[in-house]
Each structure stands twice: as structure tokens, then as C-alpha cells.
């Protein structure tokens, strides 16, 4: 298959700035904190020796955050009860962490949810809604990731780690441009409606680039260092990725024609080919998509 198939079907999926924003941004991003103060009154208590009564613990289970948490566990597979986030909550190591996160969650609340969303949503095709909820948590585990529950909007969880407005900031607008490119699964689906199975699986993995978007959009302007917000370590890493920027390109080229030629099939190939891309931190998928993205935007 020529490459020019690969350019074609690049500006099919991937949505790229547009010279012109939607009329009605379909925006609803809200923070929600009460886990986390709720989880810190309980710590202020623990730490100025006062009781901690089951009213207290009952305010915190009884939070949004904490329920979805508890519901999202429960889908993994993983045991996660109120006992244990009780024990977890009470060790020295948790009780260290409070003034830290106390300074954090200030920082968080500052940020103006409504415009971050509608800056995200000028980066993203026609017809994309951004509906969400952010839950900055203090939990055991010190992941972060999106889910939903069925029927329902999706929750970006956040494990309330030191951090600057602006980090916080990036890494939401980062998940809510993933999000708002899910909001248009019904468009794609119509747009591959017929295509031959080589060239829906083509497309489904030419996704990976929406990786490279969402820095770009996150960064939320060409001119700006897509890790503006980190540290130097960071930003040099990412540099340094870049570099590899050629091979990357072709490696990735190389495995979508395989897969539009017929020549690679099988799920478990194709991911075992593509897993690289993702890289220990950020690998092609990023690094090429964002620079896709940059030299569209330019």
C-alpha cells in the first residue's frame, strides 16, 4: 500500500487544532476535593490527639471521590475496604505527609476548571464534549488514571502528590483531551463504517498519536516546552527523546504498513510490536505524535 495511505489516514483521526472553535464548547469539568479534606480533618485531629469519632470517618466514605475509588477497586478485582483505608490513613508515614498535602491542595483549588476545559476543547475536532470530574485523592497506592463508571461521565483520579498549580494544571488538560477524543468514538465508528478490517486496525492504532496531541494541547501553544511546567530533568529527557525522532517515525510507519498490508495480524503481534512506542516514560506515540501535531499547528 502506498504511504500516502498513511497520511490520509493520520488526518482522518487525529485531531489537530482548529482554525476555527466551536461555537457552544460543550464543557463540564468540575473539581472535587472532599476526599482529600475530608481525609485531612481527620489527620489534623490525629495530629493535635484529638478523637477521631465515626461521624469523622463517615463524611470521608461517605464522599464522591472515596465511593468511586471504593467502586473502581471492586472492578480491578482488588480488595479495597474502609478498614483498610482506615489503617492506611492512621500510619506515621501518612500522618508525615499532611502539611505537604494541606500546601497542595491550596495550590489545586486555585485552578480555573471551566477555562482550562474550554482551552483544551480549541484543540479538538467538531462535536467533542469535555464531561468530567477530577479527584485529587490521598490513598494508598500513588497512581493516578481515568475511569467511569457505566452510563457515566469519567473521573480523572489524581494522588494528591506535591505539585505546582501549573503541573496540575497540564496533567488534567493532557487526560481531558483523551477525553474529549472518546466523545467522538460514534464519528470515528461511522467514518470507518465498511473500511476493511486491515484499515480499522490501522486506524485504531494510529490513535496512539493522540498521545503527542494531548502534550501539545496541555502545553496549550507551539511556542511553549511541551514539559514548560516540569523540571529540567524532565524537560532534557524529553529533548533527548526527540532526537530519536527519524527512527521512531519510520519504526512507527513501518509497523502500520504491515498491518494495512496484511502482513501483521494477529491483536497480541500488533501489541507486542506497538508496546516500545508507549516507552517507560514517553515514547514515540508521544514524541511523534507531538511533533505531528506541532507542524500541523505551525
Known sequence: MHKGAIVFLVTVLCGVRLATAQTTPSVQ?????????????????????????????????????YQWLKDREAAMGREFTDETFKHFLLQPETLSKRAEWHDTLTNLEKANMAALGANVLTWLPPGATIHARVFPEIKPVHNSFVWAKQGESPAIFLYLEKQSQDKFENTVAHECHHIGLASLEKQQDAIQAGLPLNVKKAMEWIGGFGEGEAMLAAAGSADRHPHWEDDGVA?????????????????????LMDILDGKLTPDTEIRKRAAPFWGEIQGGWYTVGYEMAFLVEK
Open 29 to 65: 469539568l468540575t473539581l472535587d476535593t472532599s476526599e482529600a479534606e475530608q481525609a485531612l480533618q481527620i489527620l489534623d485531629k490525629e495530629a493535635a490527639h484529638q478523637a477521631v469519632n465515626p461521624e469523622d470517618w463517615q463524611r470521608l466514605f461517605a464522599t464522591t471521590p
Open 235 to 255: 524537560r532534557a529527557r524529553w529533548d533527548a527523546d526527540m532526537m530519536h525522532f527519524n527512527v521512531d517515525l519510520q519504526s512507527i510507519q513501518q509497523l
